[in-house]
């Protein structure tokens, strides 16, 4: 019986040993490699003989995917899966999954941090400290206003995994909380004792608009110019999911020229780390963040342990946990395994 290959085409960390050495003793093989930034062609060439597919940030356009004619699985190291196209999965009758419940915690606490980074403008408070060591008072008139936020609305967009966990940690604030998410059920929404409102009325009247939606054509950009010049001139926007929720040409234009009062960013559109010229870096009342919401050392090690588990369930034969495309069960040619995953897409 040949060997089930499974390859990463890159992740976070030092190494994959631990895993490694797991997959090999189930009579696996894990080939690791660091190519996040790789095109087409050499992606290809690491994963033409792929039985299974790790992927982090690496690009997985259908024009490759439609390539691979061993592949049968492809696991997303993580919960967004923007850089992978799932309808070509599909077509090519590849199941694909995502990580989505590793980090839900970290990513929540990392929101309600940017909140009050951003409300009580800390890192702008930090800049002013040598000045005032210098002149031997404080003086830190360029901060100001800053208001409190007991009384203020919060709006969250996306009441999911995530929003749900910063709407729990954020209802002892006192805070009227707003929730945009058309696609919660009314079950769930008098689970969470909350009504949901459109995205124009929760921009207008929230104080802290905080999003956590995945990124899809529907969002791509949900946040642009005129949903910025909806919100009040005191406000702040915290983003935690996905860069490209946001347009950053227009939030950087908002930041600069006072549309809305801050930003708590981690995570940005386009190539990250931006590069050390961005505009990011010189925007006013902007809290940024290195895309680390994700991360603590409990989370990280759930990360790998649910890879591991999702390795296992391959060479093994049973479905992953979160199937994403679905639809390729009904695909599936006679002679091949057929069951129905734990759960469906995260």
Excluded at 164 to 177: D, E, G, P, Q, W
Aim: with cysteine; hydrophobic share 40%.
């Amino acid at each position: 019986m040949s060997v089930k290959r499974i390859v990463v085409t890159d992740f976070i960390g030092d190494d994959l040993e631990w895993e490694r050495e797991k997959i090999e003793n189930r009579g696996g093989a894990l080939e690791c490699h660091q190519m996040k930034y790789a095109g087409e062609d050499e992606l290809f060439e690491i994963l033409q003989a792929a039985d299974m597919i790790y992927v982090n940030m690496a690009k997985l356009p259908g024009s490759l995917i439609r390539r691979l004619r061993s592949c049968k699985r492809i696991l997303r190291h993580g919960i967004g899966y923007d850089n992978v196209d799932v309808a070509a999965c599909t077509a090519m009758n590849i199941l694909f999954s995502n990580i989505p419940d590793y980090c839900s915690e970290d990513v929540a606490e990392q929101t309600v941090a940017l909140i009050f980074a951003a409300a009580r403008k800390i890192y702008q408070m930090r800049e002013r400290m040598p000045a005032a060591g210098n002149s031997g008072k404080w003086d830190f008139d360029a901060v100001l206003p800053i208001y409190r936020l007991e009384g203020k609305v919060l709006g969250i967009v996306g009441c999911g995994r995530i929003g749900s966990r910063v709407l729990a940690k954020m209802s002892a604030m006192n805070m009227t909380i707003m929730v945009c998410d058309p696609y919660l059920s009314e079950e769930r929404k008098e689970e969470l004792g909350i009504r949901t409102h459109r995205l124009e009325k929760v921009l207008k009247e929230a104080h802290v608009v905080s999003l956590h939606t995945p990124l899809n054509e529907e969002t791509h950009h949900l946040i642009d110019e005129p949903q910025l010049r909806l919100m009040k001139k005191t406000s702040f926007l915290v983003n935690t999911s996905r860069g490209a929720t946001v347009n950053n040409r227009a939030l950087i234009g908002a930041l600069n020229e006072g549309w809305i009062a801050g930003a708590g960013i981690d995570v940005v559109e386009g190539r990250e780390p931006p590069p050390p010229d961005s505009e990011w870096y010189r925007t006013p009342n902007l809290f940024l963040t290195p895309h680390m919401g994700w991360y603590s050392e409990e989370s990280s090690w759930s990360l790998r342990e649910k890879m591991l588990d999702e390795s296992i369930r391959f060479l093994e034969d049973r479905p992953p946990r979160y199937l994403v495309n679905m639809e390729v069960l009904d695909q599936i040619p006679d002679g091949r395994p057929r069951y129905t995953p734990e759960f469906g897409p995260g």
